[in-house]
């Protein structure tokens, strides 16, 4: 998440349960926040029908609702009715495909039924900040006075009375969030057993980090799902609370369900504490929404209902896509002499960037490593209070050669390779210096049949599911009559520019 509605752009800088309160269950606020508020329905009054399906009826909030459920990469190009009609393509066939997909069993993977119980908390929990927080919000004239303030400092313009009063509305909710925060830590008062959180940031810190292999620096590395826990300390309580205790495993279990390609591995005991303290809001947060009924409301219903779709569908997509893909060596050979230069590792420079601030301590850098000073070690004082793999020295980057007539690749030509270079950084970019070193320059090679075999996989698999979906789509849409309302679906609004919701 990169900024908060509720607690500004720099979430990190709250305060956390006992000598900080609110921290960690900054973090489950915020992540309510995302999602809180409720889409509004279309602008057109009579939200006509613009199509009529066998077993349905699709309406204008309904393609609007698809609009803005696309990136802006994944939306469809053109104007006028062209582009309502392309839309519109896109929502059949979706309404196809899932329609399809949930009438054939299948069984949820254990991982599956764990995102989805993840999901289905997610949305609770949104919910009853909806109840708890937004429902409950009232601007002030100091919220607007402080808001004013922070637009001006910014050079933003206090006549745009929307703005000021948008801005208002997020220290309004920042105070009702504290408000809330403050309720449901005497709530719960956690007691932590600080040897357990100790062994429990061990394990994790000993979990491989994320960075890429330098071998093959286009296939990134995820941590490992679980960490190195022993057996008889997985039943250790880690923390107790009111109305939940919770051990190493439970804690480990509830890690494992987070997002892989965001969730950052608790190296530190504050790391354990303040992801514990998130889990431990979730807690409280599931048994109040359910308390209170709010998995039966309409929009946490149709919500699950379109998760179980989506589950269904890659089931459906494995036994009707995955399972038809010929990936033997024969095939696999065939798309390889089609053009085995594609398989070739261009040649690269892998680079480690260090940022400083001013042109002093970009000098120094360069001097402690023409001492010997080993990069690990200059990137660790650089940036003390990170753990190792967050460290933005500590990742490498990769910069072609081939084309490249950038500074950054002559910097390092003949005879300077083994010197670091120091890049002064835009203001657009927020200024200061990199301090760039070589870590490897890879040359050019070709890659044989057998070394590429997983790339030509993938480039086999992509090619013959694309014919594979394609002509179930079309007999799929062939099944489904389509009565179109054009007159209704012309008069569809879809913003082509960031804005608000209609």
């Known amino acids: 998440m990169k900024s908060s509605p509720i607690f500004g752009a720099q979430p990190k800088s709250l305060p956390i349960f006992g000598a900080q309160p609110l921290a960690a269950f900054a973090l489950l606020l915020i992540s309510c926040s995302a999602l809180a508020a409720p889409v509004k329905s279309s602008r057109i009054p009579s939200d006509p029908i613009v199509a009529t399906l066998p077993h349905k009826s699709l309406r204008a909030s309904d393609l609007q609702a698809a609009w803005f459920k696309l990136g802006p990469q994944d939306r469809p190009t053109g104007t006028g009715l062209a582009l309502r009609r392309a839309l519109l393509d896109d929502v059949l066939t979706k309404e196809a495909l899932g329609r399809a997909a949930i009438k054939e069993p299948f069984v949820m993977t254990d991982q599956e039924s764990a995102r989805y119980q993840a999901f289905e908390r997610d949305l609770l929990q949104k919910a009853l900040y909806q109840k708890w927080v937004l429902d409950s919000l009232k601007v002030n004239k100091e919220d607007?006075?402080?808001?004013?303030?922070?637009?001006?400092?910014?050079?933003?313009?206090?006549?745009?009375?929307?703005?000021?009063?948008?801005?208002?509305?997020?220290?309004?909710?920042?105070?009702?969030?504290?408000?809330?925060?403050?309720?449901?830590?005497?709530?719960?008062?956690?007691?932590?057993?600080?040897?357990?959180?100790?062994?429990?940031?061990?394990?994790?810190?000993?979990?491989?980090?994320?960075?890429?292999?330098?071998?093959?620096?286009?296939?990134?590395?995820?941590?490992?799902?679980?960490?190195?826990?022993?057996?008889?300390?997985?039943?250790?309580?880690?923390?107790?609370?009111?109305?939940?205790?919770?051990?190493?495993?439970?804690?480990?279990?509830?890690?494992?369900?987070?997002?892989?390609?965001?969730?950052?591995?608790?190296?530190?005991?504050?790391?354990?504490?303040?992801?514990?303290?998130?889990?431990?809001?979730?807690a409280y947060f599931l048994r109040e929404s359910t308390a209170q009924g709010l998995e039966n409301t309409p929009a946490v219903r149709r919500a699950l209902a379109d998760r179980r779709e989506s589950i269904a569908l890659d089931h459906f997509y494995t036994r009707h896509v995955v399972a038809k893909i010929d990936t033997s060596d024969a095939t696999l050979r065939a798309v390889y002499d089609r053009d085995p230069t594609r398989y070739a590792v261009p040649a690269h420079l892998v680079l480690n960037g260090l940022p400083t601030h001013t042109?002093?301590?970009?000098?120094?850098?360069?001097?402690?490593?023409?001492?010997?000073?080993?990069?690990?070690?200059?990137?660790?004082?650089?940036?003390?209070?990170?753990?190792?793999?967050?460290?933005?020295?500590?990742?490498?980057?990769?910069?072609?050669?081939?084309?490249?007539?950038?500074?950054?690749?002559?910097?390092?030509?003949?005879?300077n390779e083994k010197k670091p270079y120091v890049m002064p950084l835009p203001p657009q970019a927020g200024g200061g210096f990199l301090v760039w070193r070589l870590v490897e320059r890879v040359e050019a090679r070709s890659r044989g049949f057998d070394e590429a075999r997983s790339y030509v996989l993938r480039d086999a698999a992509n090619e013959q599911s694309e014919v594979l979906v394609n002509a179930l789509i079309k007999d799929l849409r062939a099944k489904m009559p389509v009565k179109v309302n054009d007159a209704a679906l012309a008069r569809v609004e879809l913003p082509t520019a960031a804005g608000p919701r209609p």
């Open 359 to 415: 042109q002093g301590a970009a000098d120094s850098a360069v001097t402690a490593l023409a001492q010997g000073t080993p990069w690990d070690s200059l990137c660790s004082r650089a940036f003390p209070d990170m753990a190792a793999t967050d460290r933005p020295c500590a990742a490498a980057r990769n910069v072609p050669l081939a084309g490249s007539d950038s500074a950054l690749v002559h910097a390092f030509d003949g005879a």
């Open 144 to 282: 607007r006075a402080h808001a004013k303030a922070r637009m001006a400092a910014g050079g933003a313009d206090t006549t745009d009375a929307k703005a000021v009063e948008a801005n208002a509305r997020m220290d309004a909710e920042r105070r009702r969030g504290d408000v809330v925060g403050k309720r449901i830590q005497a709530t719960l008062a956690p007691v932590w057993d600080d040897s357990v959180v100790a062994l429990t940031a061990r394990a994790f810190d000993a979990m491989p980090p994320s960075n890429p292999d330098l071998k093959d620096p286009m296939r990134p590395r995820l941590p490992e799902d679980i960490p190195p826990i022993a057996s008889a300390d997985s039943g250790k309580v880690l923390v107790r609370a009111t109305g939940e205790t919770m051990t190493v495993i439970e804690f480990v279990d509830r890690y494992r369900v987070l997002n892989p390609f965001e969730r950052k591995p608790p190296r530190t005991p504050g790391e354990v504490k303040a992801r514990g303290e998130q889990f431990l809001g979730a």
